[in-house]
């Protein structure tokens, strides 16, 4: 049987809201090739989606690449400070800061930008949040938001590996 956190954000998933999350989704071609690499976005404590989609641009509510496929779910309580109140002026304060920045995707992208709110909200007692932690973090934690959303980040990776294997056995046998 579900616990009532999975119940709520089966809830939630129709809705498109995550509170307290960070949120991930597949990047085409990207992650493809490599699936525990995406894009990813921290809600506020309402459930609002916030993402570095591009330079100069964090959006709202309209992730850069698609509805969130993946969501981690984090607790208030480690938050460092007032709860909620800390929580999204950490989120605000993020992402007015990338809304001045340019995008890279290998040093300051999306994951640098939910780093830098968990940073500031000092998440778990730390301020040391980065890519790396955040990716494997995801990677451990994150539960998908449906079978579809699995299949939307596996099913290209799986056709691509069995394309792959084809070729390279049709090949091998000539």
């Given amino acids: 049987m579900a616990d009532v956190d999975d119940v709520d954000m089966k809830k939630n998933y129709e809705h498109v809201r995550y509170p307290y ?3 991930w989704t597949p990047i085409p071609i990207l992650s493809w090739v490599l699936p525990f690499i995406g894009h990813m976005g921290i809600c506020t404590s309402s459930g ?3 993402d570095f989609a591009g330079s100069y641009f964090v959006s709202e509510d309209n992730m850069g690449f698609g509805k ?3 969501y981690w779910k984090l607790d208030v309580d480690k938050v460092r400070g007032n ?4 929580w999204d002026e950490a989120v605000h304060d993020a992402s007015e800061e990338y809304k001045g920045r340019q995008h890279n995707l290998c040093f300051d992208n999306c994951h ?3 780093a830098m709110a968990l940073n500031l909200m000092r998440y778990d007692n730390s301020s040391s949040w980065n890519m790396v932690k955040l990716c494997f973090g995801s990677l451990i934690h994150s539960k998908y938001v449906s079978w579809p ?3 939307k980040t596996w099913l290209p990776f799986v056709m691509l590996c069995v ?3 084809t070729f390279v ?3 091998n046998l000539n």
């Fill in 21 to 23: 999350c960070i949120v």
């Fill in 48 to 50: 609002i989606i916030r």
């Fill in 68 to 70: 969130p496929t993946k």
């Fill in 83 to 86: 709860g909620a109140a800390t």
């Fill in 112 to 114: 640098s930008h939910v």
């Fill in 149 to 151: 959303a699995f299949f």
């Fill in 163 to 165: 394309a792959l294997t």
């Fill in 169 to 171: 056995l049709i090949f």
